[in-house]
């Protein structure tokens, strides 16, 4: 357990706070109304970072019907300052999240359920924090991260639950938990969290399992393996990109130009002396009607990356198109909400043009 020994933190101010080996350690400190956010002075961090880490708290207690705990702990930190194994990129420490990345929001899930008390068993702790952020922060990527491949089943979770944190199969526990999630209540998954404990014998997370969700853990394995229809009814969990602003339609067609600049306070990343990561910036909007749609990308850069998705979705249904710059690609879109997410370097400063527009069947 990490104490901050500041009594008053004000906006940007440079302070000595107390690191986990005793060292004291000169960071950078932004204060917000859920994270206390730092970082090495030799980092800079983009100006949409510290809002859309802060911003995240009340998201992941919305979507557990939680109430926001306490003030959570985020340090971005430079391999000098970094005190978790070097062989992983963040880690935690009860409510103090420590990390190579300027915004690996996997750690603050860690942190939020410590404050909040509830207990850490591995397989279920890391499947929840990975359902909250699949794309690991900065990444494009999949939702549902283990894939069925024709009448193949997928892999078994349940040898994974007795494993310690390294043995863990990442993939599969975040997998497993968004299928709970997207099928029942979340306050089950909840209420079995605190049944289980942190023990990994396999009676005893049968038992929580049955006492929680009033089923056989068997039963719904085997369900994850072979894989179940998607309804209105297991759309979830939540993705923390559709609560970004809406950009509305002009007309029949969708359109939004910008500029991915680090010095954006629509724009998470960061730059360090050395190198720089991936920043992203996401936006919703609404797609009027089932159907198929052209979404075309135009930058003056190619490492610019997009993503479009639906944001009521199952997440084993991996619906998301990514669409290289320049291309396009023509999808069937669900009527309802979509986010976009754009990635790019945090050093560069790229123009960009998305256009969404319905299309011909391919
Ligand atoms: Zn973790």
Request: hydrophobic share 40%; charged share 20%; net charge negative.
């Amino acid at each position: 357990m990490i104490a901050c020994r500041v009594c008053a933190i004000m906006f940007g101010l440079t302070f000595l706070t107390g690191s986990a080996c005793g060292m004291e350690l000169e960071l950078d400190a932004w204060q917000g109304e859920h994270v206390l956010y730092e970082s090495s002075p030799s980092l800079q961090v983009c100006q949409g970072t510290h809002a859309w880490v802060d911003k995240f708290v009340p998201f992941v207690a919305g979507e557990l019907g939680l109430d926001v705990g306490r003030i959570q702990h985020y340090r971005w930190l430079d391999e000098s300052d970094y005190t978790c194994s070097p062989e992983i990129i963040g880690c935690t420490s009860g409510i103090q999240a420590s990390s190579l990345r300027p915004f690996l929001l996997h750690e603050l899930v860690h942190t939020i359920l410590y404050s909040l008390d509830f207990p850490y068993q591995p397989f279920f702790g890391e499947g929840i924090a990975f359902a909250f952020d699949p794309w690991y922060g900065e990444n494009l990527g999949i939702r549902y991260l283990v894939h069925k491949k024709g009448a193949e089943k997928l892999a078994d979770p349940r040898p994974y639950m007795t494993l310690g944190r390294q043995d863990l199969s990442y993939p599969l526990a975040g997998s497993f938990v968004m299928f709970l999630l997207a099928r029942h209540d979340p306050a089950k998954f909840l209420t079995f969290l605190r049944e289980l404990g942190t023990s990994r014998d396999m009676n005893i997370i049968e038992g929580a399992f049955r006492a929680a969700y009033g089923l056989e853990l068997d039963d719904e394995a085997e369900s994850f393996m072979t894989g179940v229809p998607c309804t209105e009814q297991s759309f979830g969990p939540g993705l923390y990109d559709c609560t970004s602003p809406e950009v509305p339609w002009t007309g029949d067609a969708w359109s939004f130009h910008d500029v991915m600049d680090c010095a954006s306070e629509t724009v998470a990343g960061g730059v360090g002396p050395e190198r720089a990561w991936s920043s992203i910036r996401s936006v919703t909007l609404e797609v009027p009607a089932t159907g198929f749609y052209q979404f075309s990308v135009k930058s003056d850069s190619n490492r610019i990356g997009v993503m479009l998705g639906p944001c009521s979705s199952c997440p084993w249904e991996n619906s998301d198109v990514v669409v290289p710059s320049p291309g396009s690609k023509i999808a069937e879109l669900e009527a309802g909400t979509h986010f976009v997410r754009i990635q790019a370097p945090s050093d560069e400063t790229l123009n960009f043009e998305f256009s969404l527009r319905p299309a011909a069947l391919p």
